[in-house]
């Protein structure tokens, strides 16, 4: 399994799109109507979909895989008892699959059959998405409902969050013990250690000065640089997130310590608490469908 694409909603979408493709530096990968579409350099046909809509809010979190997975996640999503409903994507890359509703109502799609398109130039293009964060009331319950209704695996827990993963990669997502469900903050893969630097610099250009970064994280050990968008979410410039075995024991919060003033490995930069925490909380769930039975497969029709 693998994370594929976020989806938003939002006022000024074109606007949001041109800051995104002029100056963090997407990529168009087409429009159809109000929704816009971002893409990498990687295979995957967008990254970011981005709807015009008089509110903010996360339409879905895309996560694409096998047909077999697909069915065992119906079985497990149905044993937990959460809302849910079969889809046929109409976004770039079609595939078709189901949307679940977590506990505090984060909505990810899974999709199979899904088409990858050609990988493209850019060196300051983004690869892929490496994660998308969540804000959680009790990220210890939604990390223990990901890994029992989703067939996820909980990589590390610190004391601000929650680390899950969905196949070798440190973590796809995370669930912040923030208090509230919102949409923490988007991470882009970039290809390598220059790329993030050229970004940070393409946006201090901009007279845009990370709210948190440079920096090398503990879990996961990435790079990152994080910035507030002008359109309200937090994005993340990364690289070089950890890879991790099916054995891997997961830290607990006491692992992951710093000495004081330090809140990474490397300890070189501040960070701007007040201003991410109101941009993470900007961007709510919102579902726009109602819960149906799914078609799941008979274990002697798997």
């Given at each position: 399994m693998k994370l594929r694409s976020i989806e938003l909603a939002l006022p000024h979408a074109r606007e949001a799109a041109a800051f995104l493709t002029d100056i963090w530096g997407m990529a168009p990968a087409?429009?159809?109507?109000?929704t816009h579409y971002l893409r990498g350099s990687g295979g995957f046909p967008y990254l970011v979909a981005l709807a015009e809509s008089a509110d903010a809010y996360v339409r879905s979190t895309t996560f694409v895989c096998s047909a077999e997975r697909l069915e065992t996640l119906k079985r497990s999503v149905a044993a937990a008892g959460l809302p849910a409903t079969p889809t046929v994507s109409q976004d770039p890359g079609g595939g078709h699959g189901i949307i679940v509703e977590l506990a505090e109502g984060e909505l990810l799609r899974f999709l199979t059959?899904?088409?990858?398109?050609?990988?493209?130039?850019?060196r300051d293009l983004p690869v892929k998405l490496t994660h998308v964060v969540f804000n959680s009331a009790d990220a210890e319950a939604t990390g223990d409902l990901a890994e029992r209704a989703l067939g996820f695996r909980v990589s590390d827990r610190t004391k601000g969050m929650v680390f899950v993963r969905c196949n070798d990669s440190h973590h796809s997502t995370a669930f912040a013990r923030a208090g509230f469900a919102s949409l923490n903050h988007i991470a882009f893969e970039m290809a390598d250690m220059d790329a993030v630097m050229r970004g940070i610099g393409r946006l201090r250009d901009q007279n845009?000065?990370?709210?948190?970064?440079?920096?090398?994280?503990?879990?996961?050990?990435n790079v990152f640089a994080y910035f507030i968008a002008p359109f309200g979410p937090v994005i993340e410039f990364s690289t070089a997130v950890e890879k991790v075995p099916d054995d891997y024991q997961p830290g607990a919060p006491e692992d992951w310590t710093w000495p004081e003033g330090r809140i990474d490995q490397w300890g070189m930069s501040d960070k701007?608490?007040?201003g991410l925490r109101a941009a993470e909380e900007k961007f709510r769930h919102r579902r726009d469908w109602e819960p149906q039975p799914l078609d799941i497969l008979s274990e002697e029709n798997h």
């Open positions: 087409g429009a159809e109507g109000d059959d899904a088409q990858d398109v050609a990988p493209i130039e850019g845009m000065a990370p709210a948190w970064g440079p920096g090398r994280h503990g879990p996961g050990a701007d608490f007040a």
